[in-house]
């Protein structure tokens, strides 16, 4: 049996070896990061840009200016496009709406560092303090924006007035799977299994993907610049693996006005962790959104959106 085992094992490091070989000699093959955010690529796009300490950030900004600021963050690969069915209507009822793209995603810049928990939460300080919000703002976070914002407000309780959520992810400190914490090996996966197949992916987020054909074609135009796989892949390794219970206990002790919408037909996060979402933040609000899954703000703005303004004007 031990003799049996020796062999599988042998077999495995050799399909590896084999597999890194063969990626490393076409690797230009698989690699579809062709571009470099460039200054030329900032001057004809559209919304604005900081150089923040770790890089340009990509945003955008509306409303008046003496409006109570709103700041949504979008999730784990969907640019800040991921709020077009939010933003305008946010900033009809009166709010000052900031929205931007997460370090490694859309147009912001894809820095060389540890995507982790500091690097999110230093990015939305600087943002800050670079378009000089001092006032308390109202978080929005969707799935991977969830625990950022409720990092956000667990490390800077005077910064939040407010907080929503939708569908968040609720991190446990499940690690991903060994060979993505391999290196090269996990390199090897995300270049040639995951990010191949990752925009169609997005379809799982929608009951009815088919009313939406340009969302995952605007996702794609990211993916084409240098340093997306490797955001990507650190996020997974150094962020999504932290255990975040603690934070969301936190702020169900501040006794913030929270609010919580979820999908109920969510695939990537069930339905049924909002049960522990609720535990912790025992005040929320809480809206179950029926014909949606992982994104109800874009399947279902008519409901998510009225909601989301009465919560922001009545706290």
């Known amino acids: 049996m031990a003799q049996t085992g020796k062999i599988v094992a042998m077999a495995l490091v050799a399909f590896l070896a084999g597999s890194v070989a063969y990626f490393c000699v076409n690797y230009d093959r698989h690699d579809h990061e062709t571009k470099v955010l460039t200054d030329d690529v900032r001057r004809h796009a559209s919304g604005s840009f900081l150089l923040l300490s770790d890089g340009f950030t990509h945003y955008e900004m509306a409303g008046p200016v003496d409006g109570r600021t709103v700041v949504l ?115 090897y996966l995300m270049c040639v299994e995951l990010i191949p197949r990752i925009a169609d992916g997005q379809k799982e987020d929608f009951v009815h993907p088919e009313r939406y054909p340009d969302y995952f074609l605007r996702y794609r135009e990211q993916m084409r610049y240098k340093g997306f796989r490797r955001a990507l892949l650190s996020t997974l390794r150094d962020y999504l693996s932290i255990d975040d219970r603690e934070d969301f206990r936190k702020v169900g002790q501040t006794h913030k006005p929270v609010e919580l919408f979820w999908g109920k037909a969510d695939q990537d996060v069930p339905f049924e962790v909002s049960k522990d979402v609720l535990r912790e933040i025992p005040q929320a609000e809480f809206h179950p959104i029926e014909d949606a899954a992982h994104v109800p703000q874009y399947e279902h703005p008519e409901i998510v959106n009225p909601a989301l303004v009465d919560f922001l004007h009545k706290n």
């Open 73 to 187: 963050v979008h999730g784990f690969s969907v640019p800040y496009f991921l709020w077009d069915q939010t933003f305008t209507p946010l900033v009809r009822a009166g709010f000052r709406v900031i929205r931007y793209d997460l370090y490694g995603r859309g147009l912001s810049d894809r820095p060389d560092v540890p995507y982790d928990a500091d690097l999110y939460d230093r990015q939305l300080i600087d943002l800050l303090a670079a378009l000089h919000v001092a006032q308390p703002v109202d978080m929005v976070g969707l799935s991977m924006g969830g625990p950022i914002t409720v990092g956000f407000t667990a490390r800077h309780p005077d910064k939040v007035r407010t907080l929503s959520l939708i569908d968040p992810a609720y991190l446990s400190g499940t690690r991903p799977p060994w060979p993505l914490r391999t290196g090269i090996v996990g390199e």
